[in-house]
């Protein structure tokens, strides 16, 4: 028997339009809060202030209201290098 595969649906491909949202992380002790990437696969509606696992592994409130990239200058350096179109 061949083993199950995956709907073609749900199997990524290097074409797919990837969207980010912007997302601010907590203040911990010495570290400042910064703006991080979240990855959307969802309606903007059911991400706004939720909190998601940022392209770097951190937890950070989604706001929709920030684009991504951010203007802002306290922003994560290794979310700016991986939402680049050439990381991925």
Known sequence: ???PSAP???VPTP???TSFAAARSRAHGP???LWHAVEVHRPAG???GAC???LCG???RVSVDEPWPTEARDVCVPCVVLSRPSAR
């Open 1 to 3: 028997m061949a083993a």
């Open 8 to 10: 073609a649906s749900t």
């Open 15 to 17: 074409f797919a339009a």
């Open 31 to 33: 570290t400042a809060a």
């Open 46 to 48: 059911e991400v706004d």
């Open 52 to 54: 998601e696992l940022t």
């Open 58 to 60: 951190t937890l950070a």
